[in-house]
């Protein structure tokens, strides 16, 4: 599956997606975005175990919205950007499977958006993150705002939001953005290591923990537990389940997980 603004391949059931917009420091214009909408829904019924999304070339991970694109739009246009925006990020972080962004540049307004819908932020040590719309004479339109605030507390993202300033990935990593920093090099072996490590456990389980994760937020703790207890019964029974407990007990290696 490949179009022009976007690279897809998989390997060993590890899926990577590449914003492939070079030209434009990986910027996503309206299109891409559509693309990268109706893309996610294709591979959402293969068997990949988790997703690794980068950029193209050795600058930038996506540096946002196309602001040529969006220069003259009117406020509906601007209101329909977002809400494009908004449903292709929440496709994301819904995405069955762990989704991993190999930050490897700049992450900058619908960027760094993109990252936050990501389940897991790693970082190449020349990664820049920022909040640059209020620059721009508006505010971030895919999410950004509330994960933001999620991720790194409302006293960080405020600051981000308001001063639109660049900050580094050592910051990224100081403030939990970010899990890890990579020489640039290395970064996506290290993203494909964790994915690998993440695709040897048992699918079910790794898929059953996402939507709880996803699900509970907001939720009080007691309706949460419910979801777990939920779920968690409904792991007993699997092959997974049965072979990975018997194994431990027979003392042996388990066979690979089915899912
Ligand atoms: N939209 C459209 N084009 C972009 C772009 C963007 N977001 N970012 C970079 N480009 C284009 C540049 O216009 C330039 O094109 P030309 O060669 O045709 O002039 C090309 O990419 C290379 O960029 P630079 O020459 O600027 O390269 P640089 O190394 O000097 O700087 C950069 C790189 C720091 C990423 C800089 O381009 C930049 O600041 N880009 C804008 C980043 C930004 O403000 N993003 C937020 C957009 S708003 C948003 O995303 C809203 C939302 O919430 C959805």
Known sequence: MEDSSLLYHVEDTIGTLTINRQRVMNAMDMDSINRLSTLLDEIADTNIRCLVITGAGEKSFVAGADIKEMKDMSRAQGENLSRAGNRVMRKLELFQVPVIAAVNGYALGGGLELALACD???????????????????????????????????????????????????????????????????????????????????????????????????????????LEREAFGNCFGTWDQREAMQAFVEKRKPQPFKG
């Open 120 to 226: 897991i932020r790693l970082a190449s040590e020349n990664a820049s993150f920022a909040m640059p719309e209020a620059k721009l004479g508006i505010i971030p339109g895919y999410g950004g705002i509330q994960r933001m605030s999620r991720i790194i507390g409302q006293g960080r993202a405020r600051e981000m939001v308001f001063t639109a300033r660049r900050f580094d990935a050592r910051e990224a990593l100081k403030w939990g953005l970010v899990n890890a920093v990579y020489p640039l090099a290395d970064l996506m072996p290290e993203a494909l290591r964790l994915a690998a490590t993440i695709a040897a456990n048992a699918p079910i389980a790794i898929m059953s923990a996402k939507k709880i994760m996803n699900e509970s937020v907001g939720l009080e703790l007691a309706a949460a537990d419910q």
